[in-house]
């Protein structure tokens, strides 16, 4: 049966993200992305474990739509397996999906709003006028390139015009681009087209001035996907036992609009070499299955019936973005004004090794070490005590002014998110922590909301607070 002139378009680029609300909120008020519903039933249990090839895989996943039509962005918080963290020194040359190019329709706006949001271009703006490019790094470490100019102009009418964002690229960083070129030209129905969408120059833009690379674009639908082989630098290999529920770029998918079509895409890819995860799985009108490459790369291979089901599965802007599922629905916070100079106060709170003192548990022990110090990103801390044990990591710092972190392991909380805040205030500091989660027993979630509610009031003011202070004095 021939093949030939079924040639998907891209209709998915995949993230697995620390903190879903968060990692969504950066889209949606940085680059204007509209929420589009999402799902949690489909993407747990052993259905998801298979297709995905990760065991007992549990998973909540939130989707996004910009300007493209038939186009999402989906973003993973995975429950289970724990997402490894990307490292502090991860370069869009390593192996792996590394960057996704937009197209927004006002470049200033958009880098004021990032701004306001924390995030600067790496590099200052490249371009004339209207021509203009930046790469910033969103809040799970993924290189995001804005363009001034639209490198695949629409015809008009053709997109959603309620977003003033596009995508149109997505990057793999291979380290063999024939194979690479093979394995897509089998997914994509046709092979690279002659489109340059970057030149040497731009890889100042991501802080790889000087690289050389060859490359490749494909064409799919209206987006690029650009195939770079790096070959100085050369980028490192996946991480040891690296999965693609892993921080970062997950995957991309090609999608279809019938059965028949899917199986002709999936029989091809599989005649190139690829292996899927498990079989196609088939389910009310659509489909999937993930494929993976020789060199590790999965691409998920989709088709689902045009109508309702674009609105039921996030193709379509969400009528009511609280009707998505709500992963970490419980939220406990509280503040303390402390005696004590912000200096004085970073101090306690970023040395695990005394948390013992103020916390609420009875030890605290620093089990790994961060990345890059002993209580930095990527450290974990077993706590023990009354409240029971909990197996922590630390997933994000700016000194003097923030501490995020996750449980990893441990108690009856799920999806399980803080956030430290320091700031100056009344001639003192001011700490203001917050926790989102959701419960393993939804029926006690509230009760176990409240008993979270007081374990932080009481650690604030009974705990932190006056040990700070003691602190302070005696210095």
């Known amino acids: 049966m021939s093949t030939e002139n079924v040639c998907p378009s891209l209709a998915q680029i995949a993230f697995s993200v620390v903190d879903l609300r968060r990692t969504e909120a950066w889209f949606v008020e940085g680059l204007g ?17 298979r297709v995905q090839g990760l065991p007992r895989a549990a998973s909540c996943a ?36 590394t960057r996704m190019g937009v197209h927004v329709n006002d470049f200033d706006m958009t880098l004021a709003k990032l701004a306001r949001l924390g995030t600067e271009p790496m590099t200052p703006p490249m371009g004339e006028p209207g021509q203009r490019r930046a790469c910033v790094r969103n809040p799970d470490g ?7 100019h639209d490198p695949l102009p629409q015809a008009a009418g053709s997109e959603r015009e309620t977003s ?34 970057h030149t040497a120059e731009h890889e100042t833009l991501w802080n790889l001035s000087g690289a050389s690379c060859k490359r490749a674009v494909f064409r799919s639908g209206d987006i690029l996907v650009e195939l770079v082989q790096y070959l100085d630098p050369i980028g490192k290999p996946w991480p040891p036992g690296y999965r693609i529920c892993d921080q970062g770029l997950l995957n991309i998918a090609y999608g279809l609009r019938n059965k028949a079509d899917h199986r002709r895409v999936y029989d091809r890819t599989l005649s190139s070499g690829a292996q899927g995860n498990w079989r196609p799985f088939h389910f009310d009108n659509a489909g999937i299955v993930y494929m993976s490459d020789a060199l590790g790369f999965s691409v998920e291979i989709l088709w689902m019936k045009p109508g309702r089901k674009d609105v039921q599965y996030g193709f379509e802007p969400a009528k009511d973005r609280d009707q998505r599922p709500q992963h970490d629905k419980l939220l406990v916070s509280g503040s303390v004004i402390i005696n004590a100079p912000v200096e004085r106060v970073w101090q306690v709170l970023v040395d695990q090794g005394s948390m013992s003192h103020w916390i609420g548990f009875d030890t605290v022990n620093r089990t790994k070490n961060g990345f890059d110090s002993p209580d930095g990103v990527g450290s974990e801390r077993l706590m023990t005590g009354k409240p029971g044990w909990v197996l922590e990591q630390i997933t994000g710092i700016e000194s003097g002014r923030y501490i995020r972190y996750r449980v990893i392991e441990g108690g009856p909380l799920r999806h399980h998110n803080g956030e430290i805040q320091l700031d100056t205030a009344d001639g003192g500091s001011e700490v203001r922590w917050s926790i989102r989660f959701g419960c393993n027993y939804p029926l006690i979630g509230g009760l176990l909301r409240m008993y979270m509610q007081n374990m932080l009031d009481q650690m604030l003011n009974e705990g932190l607070a006056p040990y700070c202070e003691q602190d302070s004095a005696a210095a």
Do not use: H
């Not at 992305?33 to 474990?49: H, K, V």
């Not at 999402?72 to 192996?95: A, G, H, N, W």
């Not at 993924?142 to 001034?148: A, D, G, K, R, T």
């Open 33 to 49: 992305f509209l929420p589009a519903g999402g799902n949690t039933l489909l993407m747990s249990g052993p259905i998801a474990g």
């Open 62 to 97: 939130w989707w996004l739509v910009g300007r493209n039509a038939w186009f999402q962005i989906e973003l993973f918080q995975f429950r289970r397996p724990v997402s490894k963290l990307m490292p502090p020194d991860y370069r869009p040359c390593d192996t792996g999906y």
């Open 142 to 148: 993924v290189y995001i390139e804005l363009m001034e």
């Open 164 to 197: 003033p964002v596009a995508v149109r690229s997505v990057t793999m960083s291979t380290p063999d681009l024939e194979a690479s070129v093979a394995y897509l030209t089998a997914v994509n129905g046709k092979g690279p087209e002659d489109i340059q969408l």
